[in-house]
T-cell receptor, first 112, second 115 residues
């Protein structure tokens, strides 16, 4: 069965500092990995995905993620955090023909 | 292109009642999935429809049901509402289920409160 872990419920970072939101996954076969962001009272918004190819994936709003097959991780990163990045972040995994499985979410707070 | 729309946005119901939520996917998208989001359980998959057929179903009781119409619009129904059904219900659409690595596009959700 597929599963996703986000080991940190909350991540706090100062504005301008780099941020990392961690994600590890378990799936049989090749994983398809996604990051979504949710702002208050809104649906989820797609940030980026890894399907195949380059392990470093670039997405919206300056976010990127690094796929590490040996560590089964897909950590979300941004070189310089903004206060407006404060939101709830979800990592998700799927495989061909399977439904999405989401992690529990990590609340990111960027402090001015 | 218009995004995924969900109606109504907010709903208050009483225990024992039933409720129907509606989702209109992005034009051209044929796959619609439903999720329940609660603070305690996070995002849980309810079911997925593709071309009017239910393709996958999550671990929810039979009180939760859904359907998809020929124009890809989808509805989900919850009968005999319980307090624990209070949640944000999210609908997501994607172009096709047969493309590797498709992402889902989410609607704003319907906030259901059961009293």
């Amino acid at each position: 069965a597929q599963s996703v872990a986000q080991p940190e419920d909350q991540v706090n970072v100062a504005e301008g500092n780099p941020l990392t939101v961690k994600c590890t996954y378990s799936v049989s076969g090749n994983p398809y990995l996604f990051w979504y962001v949710q702002y208050p009272n809104r649906g989820l918004q797609f940030l980026l995905k890894y399907i195949t190819g380059d392990n470093l994936v670039k997405g919206s709003y300056g976010f990127e993620a690094e796929f590490n097959k040996s560590q089964t991780s897909f950590h979300l990163k941004k070189p310089s955090a903004l206060v407006s990045d404060s939101a709830l972040y979800f990592c998700a995994v799927t495989n061909y023909g399977q439904n999405f499985v989401f992690g529990p979410g990590t609340r990111l707070s960027v402090l001015p | 292109k218009a995004g995924v729309t969900q109606t109504p946005r907010y709903l208050i119901k009483t225990r024992g009642q039933q409720v129907t939520l509606s989702c209109s996917p992005i034009s051209g998208h044929r796959s619609v999935s439903w999720y329940q989001q609660t603070p305690g359980q996070g995002l849980q998959f309810l079911f997925e429809y593709f071309s009017e057929t239910q393709r996958n179903k999550g671990n929810f009781p039979g009180r939760f049901s859904g359907r998809q119409f020929s124009n890809s619009r989808s509805e989900m129904n919850v009968s005999t509402l319980e307090l624990g059904d209070s949640a944000l219900y999210l609908c997501a659409s994607s172009p096709t289920r047969d493309t590797l690595g498709y992402e889902q596009y989410f609607g704003p959700g319907t906030r259901l409160t059961v009293t």
